[in-house]
């Protein structure tokens, strides 16, 4: 998995418009069917990682654990963030496709 490439289309989707961040926001865009991928940190807490999970289960969105809060922040340009969501399709399916990716 190439972390770098993960976070620079992470940046590349803020840029496009096409990420939201923060729980609200997050979980307005799956309810609301704009969610194509959910990305929660590893270090969230369980119950928020619960939270998450079942939601996107719950509304069949694709759900990955990946990084710290502070370098998904990082990566969007904002402070330490704990969720983020990708509201376009090709965007999605290409972090996605790297995520998945094994060494």
Do not use: W
């Not at 990955?64 to 990082?74: V, Y």
């Not at 904002?78 to 972090?95: F, P």
Request: proline content about 1%; hydrophobic content about 35%; glycine content about 8%.
């Amino acid at each position: 998995m190439d972390n770098k490439k993960i976070y620079s289309l992470l940046g590349l989707s803020t840029r496009a418009g096409k990420l939201k961040s923060g729980e609200f926001s997050v979980l307005d865009a799956i309810r609301s069917g704009k969610a194509y991928a959910v990305i929660v940190s590893e270090d969230a807490s369980d119950n928020t990682k619960k939270q998450f999970k079942d939601k996107c289960n719950y509304y069949n969105v694709p759900i990955a654990f990946f990084g710290d809060m502070e370098s998904l922040g990082h990566a969007v340009g904002k402070g330490v963030r704990t969720s983020l969501v990708i509201t376009d399709k090709g965007l999605a399916q290409s972090l996605l496709k790297n995520l998945l990716q094994e060494d």
